[in-house]
């Protein structure tokens, strides 16, 4: 399904999608396309307990010490693993990567902001060329972020511009507002 989106969603010179091109409607399409994908996912996890090793966690052990006694109450524990993004597990095993990171070379004495520019040039020039706005286009945008942050990441390492690199760790922060 994730493969299919993708392709859904990629322009084409010889194509001309109506898809991709239909501003709101386009939102909604990939907002869709990430919640049929996610909840897949999550049915995924929840239908395959036992081949992620979820009768490792006791839940139901740990309801019954509590005092719960009803089922009712207890309900079904489904376990994601550390490898689901945007998960608690996978959020804690980050930074706990981070942690460990700073205990073996020392804290970071670099804090860089890097943040996405909606009028950056590149971005400006196609969107002109098709009458477009930013927030017709966020796969553009958020991909032309991606490739940006590379190249800055790139540079750091080369050891050029900041001296030598001995690790990195960077987080991406998504901050939505709303323009009128």
């Known amino acids: 399904m994730k493969e299919w989106f993708a392709y859904k969603i990629q322009q084409r010179d010889l194509l001309h999608s109506h898809l991709v091109f239909g ?6 399409f990939c907002t869709d396309g990430y919640s049929m ?7 995924w996890y929840r239908d395959h307990q036992k081949e992620i090793r979820a ?7 740990e309801a019954v010490r509590r005092g719960e006694t009803s089922p009712a109450i207890s309900g079904k524990r489904i376990v994601l693993p550390s490898r689901f993004v945007g998960g608690a597990r996978y959020m804690i095993q980050n930074y706990q990567d981070a942690m460990a990171i700073c205990s073996w070379v020392g804290y970071p004495y670099l804090f860089i902001t890097f943040t996405c520019n909606h009028k950056w040039s590149e971005l400006l020039s196609f969107l002109t060329k098709h009458n477009l706005k930013p927030e017709d286009r966020p796969d553009l945008v958020s991909r032309l972020f991606k490739i940006k942050l590379n190249h800055l990441i790139k540079l750091i390492k080369k050891g050029k511009s900041f001296g030598k690199v001995k690790a990195g760790t960077y987080v991406i ?3 939505f507002f709303e323009l009128y």
């Not at 501003?23 to 909604?28: A, H, Y």
């Not at 994908?37 to 049915?43: A, F, G, M, Q, V």
């Not at 009768?55 to 052990?61: C, H, N, Q, S, V």
């Open 23 to 28: 501003r709101r409607l386009f939102q909604q």
């Open 37 to 43: 994908i996610e909840s897949w996912r999550l049915k």
């Open 55 to 61: 009768d490792m966690y006791k839940g139901l052990t």
């Open 173 to 175: 922060y998504v901050l």
